[in-house]
């Protein structure tokens, strides 16, 4: 979330090194890598983000230690093709189906983290009933459709937070 900071004079890779040092949990997606057309490079953020985070978790102090990490993965093992370091590793698969995403991280929130919370089904239901409430708040507000997707991330979590107040 480097870019919940708009601090132009920060750089991106300073912003994400503080993410991970000061983050108890982190979930990364690889399935988001492989290059889309012929000549097209693959995508390596995700992955380098998730070695900073098995970094410190390995190598760090304190609470970095106990550092909790999801991995997500659209289809099973396709990441041991260019990750065989993680071959070992539980990888949580989703299919590109966005309802099983939200199962894997509720899963991975509830058993390893241990937060309650209600089903995936349940879960997806609220997340598209933000969406839906708050395209038609920014909507009413002056915001146009083409400037909807492009809503800052701080100002996006400002309208999360404020939807789950009065919703949740």
């Known amino acids: 979330m480097a870019a919940e900071r708009l601090n132009s004079g920060e750089t991106r890779f ?9 983050s108890k949990y982190a979930i990364h997606d690889l399935s988001r890598i492989k290059a889309k057309r012929a000549g097209e490079y693959f995508r390596f953020n995700m992955p380098f983000e998730l070695g900073l985070d098995v970094g410190c978790s390995c190598f760090g102090t304190g609470e970095q230690l106990s550092k909790r990490c999801l991995i997500l993965e659209k289809e099973p093992y396709r990441y041991q093709i260019a990750l065989s370091d993680l071959s070992s590793s539980d990888i949580a698969v989703h299919h590109d189906e966005p309802v099983r995403v939200v199962a894997a991280v509720r899963h991975w929130l509830v058993n390893d983290v241990g937060i309650d919370l209600p089903g995936p089904s349940g879960l997806f239901d609220q997340f598209t009933q933000f969406m839906a409430d708050n395209y038609d708040d920014l909507l009413s507000h002056g915001f146009n459709k083409t400037e909807i ?19 949740i």
């Open 14 to 22: 300073s912003k994400i090194v503080e993410l991970v040092r000061e």
């Open 149 to 167: 997707p492009n809503l800052p991330v701080p100002e996006l979590i400002k309208y999360m937070r404020e939807w789950v107040a009065a919703n």
